[in-house]
């Protein structure tokens, strides 16, 4: 099935390096009109301004007979992610697909978190999906057609050490994926998530200070992100026709689904319940069942096949 998304028009942000790129790449080849956005900014969300790393990624596209354009603008401002959407229709005529893939890291342990970490990256991460989605959405209401594809992380999954900001944005991510989903349904709209497992500039900015900690990283380097290319392009695809609402993780050579969150144990009272009660009863009765604080993110990381 050679050109999935022959005739298409997409838009894919954060794509002038890593994941971005190998997916804005694929999406090309594969015959689409791909709009690359990418804000030229640090890593930690400073600085940007620059269309160079987005141009790059148009000038490949178009050295292998694809088409393509760059936008520079940040995805966490709602005039930029219109401008970017505009790019998309005044190009090439419309928009079918958009990738939300544009992010930033300001780690910090929680106690010494600024607002301004808080913020911005929130900004980048939620905020930005929501106003690159919206932006796009009437667009998808009118010619009934149209797929959204999101990107979370196991960090908003299960949580991660000196990631508030991110695991918050990144959870949140998923709740407006599936609300899209929801919404949209009715003017066959589709909305997923994927949580990448790669090696990405982001991922590189993690501290390594113990053993295992270096071991996770080195693991994490044969992650290519090439690799998560794949899963999000058939997304935008008509092949994926009725895949919607869902949460998919995919490293290396392997695709998972991860389970929508739903009650785990149930414990009635024909009283009520009292203080007492609760922690007589209750808790012990689930305690079998709380999450393992000890088990983070590195438990998504054994060796990939």
């Known amino acids: 099935m050679a050109n999935m998304l022959k005739d298409k028009v997409v838009l894919v942000t954060g794509a002038g390096g890593g994941i971005g790129r190998e997916m804005a790449l694929l999406a090309a080849r594969e015959g689409a009109a791909v709009v690359v956005n990418d804000l030229g900014g640090a890593v930690d969300g400073e600085g940007g301004g620059s269309t160079t790393p987005a141009q790059k990624v148009v000038d490949e596209i178009k050295a292998a007979g694809g088409k393509a354009v760059a936008n520079g603008d940040s995805v966490a401002d709602p005039a930029g992610a219109e401008r970017m959407v505009k790019a998309a229709v005044e190009n090439f005529g419309k928009i079918d697909g958009v990738i939300n893939n544009a992010g930033i890291l300001r780690d910090r342990i929680f106690h010494r978190m600024s607002h301004v970490d808080w913020k911005m990256v929130i900004d980048v991460h939620l905020n930005g ?46 709740g407006l994926s599936r609300s899209i989903a ?12 994927i949580s990448p497992f790669a090696w990405t500039r982001m991922i590189g900015t993690i501290p390594a200070d113990t053993d295992a900690q270096k071991a996770r990283l080195e693991r994490s380097k044969k992650m290519t992100p090439a690799k998560i290319a794949p899963m999000a392009v058939f997304l935008l695809s008509d092949a994926a026709d009725g895949v919607t609402s869902q949460i998919f993780g995919v490293r290396m050579n392997e695709i998972m689904l991860f389970n929508a969150n739903r009650p785990v144990r149930s414990v009635h009272n024909s009283e009520g319940w009292t203080l007492e009660a609760i922690a007589e009863q209750a808790v012990p009765s689930m305690k079998p069942y709380f999450t393992d604080m000890k088990r983070s993110p590195e438990y998504f990381t054994w060796d990939p096949v």
């Open 182 to 193: 929801l919404d949209m349904a009715a003017f066959n709209v589709r909305s997923n998530c």
């Open 129 to 174: 999906a929501f106003n690159v989605s919206r932006a796009t959405a009437n667009y998808f209401k009118e010619q009934k057609s149209g797929a959204f594809v999101h990107f979370t992380s196991t960090s908003g999954l299960v949580g991660n050490f000196g990631q508030a900001n991110y695991s918050a944005a990144k959870m949140g991510i998923i």
